[in-house]
């Protein structure tokens, strides 16, 4: 994973989590891997994933099982949207908008363009 220098690590790890559940690569119910685990695969120090997990948590998209480890929620892909939707519209959203003001470009134009990377990304998943 690159990290960006524009986004907090924490937060950037945290839609990274939520990138794998959405494209159903971690389950709801699922265990997570651990603190320490996650650190080392990402190559990150620990406080940062334990503050992502603990970002998680409080928007309800994984939760802790004491003495057994973290789930992902079952509702998982229904809060990992919902938080992803708000961070889009709020982030996003606006330089995009900006973007196809100033280059003059009416949304009909991306139609084609989203179907196209749409079909890519279904391919990707089969």
Avoid: H
């Amino acid at each position: 994973m690159e990290f960006r220098e524009s986004q907090p690590i924490y937060l950037q790890i945290a839609d990274f989590v939520c990138e794998k559940i959405l494209l159903q690569q971690w389950l709801p119910g699922q265990r997570i891997p651990s603190v320490r685990e996650f650190a080392i695969q990402l190559e990150v120090n620990p406080n940062t994933v334990l503050r992502t997990y603990e970002f998680l948590q409080q928007e309800s998209i994984i939760f802790n099982q004491r003495g057994i480890g973290l789930f992902t929620a079952e509702d998982a892909v229904t809060q990992a949207t919902r938080y992803r939707k708000t961070q889009f519209v709020e982030k996003d959203l606006p330089l995009l908008l900006r973007s196809l003001y100033l280059l003059d470009m009416d949304t009909e134009e991306l139609k084609p363009i989203y179907e196209k990377f749409k079909k890519q990304m279904l391919r990707q998943r089969s």
